[in-house]
């Protein structure tokens, strides 16, 4: 079979681009995001316990590439990747009582990974909360958060977002941010059961940040 090797060059979308700000990183100590529904910390040991309860749930671990056994292990874990230079974990907690939860509860947690200063541009990711915030305006609010403190304090030009390809629910979740669909990552990397995933690869980049946040608030308004 003859396969057409031809490829048409991407046209530069920016021919007239000017120099980007420098991005500032890493996050400062101490500080702390607050949305209409959650606050985002940045992550303490000494919310491993109560965060390793929210998240006892096969479900919340199915596509993430492991599940820690216990709270030790989760914040040894979440320890060695808030030391590394690229990477920044938040710890998601509820602003008001969220059914049985009250004010102040670990729901979650979101991290910026892969940041890349000289290219000012960063990942959102390994995002996990309680199933019982699924659906509700949390992940919509917990997202504007970090979203708005990315493009707009941090000053970077581009968020990018990736999951499994298996993971459909994240994929339509993602997409309903407004963020683009780039491409998909052929065996990227492998699963906690050995296998190995495809990642399915999203973007928003500044010149997008007006148009998703304003479906950010409007999606956060109608989950409320």
């Given at each position: 079979m003859r396969h057409d090797t031809t490829f048409e060059p991407i046209p530069d979308p920016r021919p007239a681009d000017t120099a980007w700000p420098e991005m500032t990183w890493p996050v400062p100590a101490g500080t702390r995001l607050t949305g209409e529904v959650v606050t985002l910390t940045t992550f303490d040991p000494a919310d491993t316990a109560e965060l390793f309860a929210a998240l006892d749930a096969d479900a919340v671990w199915q596509h993430l590439p492991w599940r820690p056994t216990d709270a030790a292990e989760l914040g040894q874990l979440l320890r060695d990747l808030a030391a590394t230079s690229d990477w920044h974990v938040w710890i998601v907690r509820s602003r008001n009582s969220i059914g049985e939860r009250p004010a102040g509860s670990v729901l979650g947690l979101t991290c910026y990974l892969d940041a890349r200063p000289r290219d000012a541009s960063l990942e959102i990711g390994f995002t996990a909360y309680t199933p019982s915030v699924w659906g509700s305006a949390v992940n919509p609010d917990a997202k504007l958060l970090v979203l708005e403190y990315a493009f707009e304090t941090l000053r970077v030009g581009r968020v990018q977002l990736?999951?499994?390809?298996?993971?459909?629910?994240?994929?339509?979740?993602?997409?309903?941010?407004?963020?683009?669909?780039?491409?998909?990552?052929?065996?990227?990397?492998?699963?906690?059961d050995g296998t190995v995933r495809d990642s399915v690869l999203f973007s928003i980049v500044a010149e997008d940040w007006p148009r998703v946040r304003a479906r950010l608030v409007q999606r956060r308004a109608g989950a409320r």
């Open positions: 990736k999951t499994d390809v298996r993971n459909h629910r994240s994929q339509r979740a993602i997409a309903r941010l407004g963020a683009v669909y780039e491409g998909t990552l052929r065996r990227h990397f492998r699963r906690g």
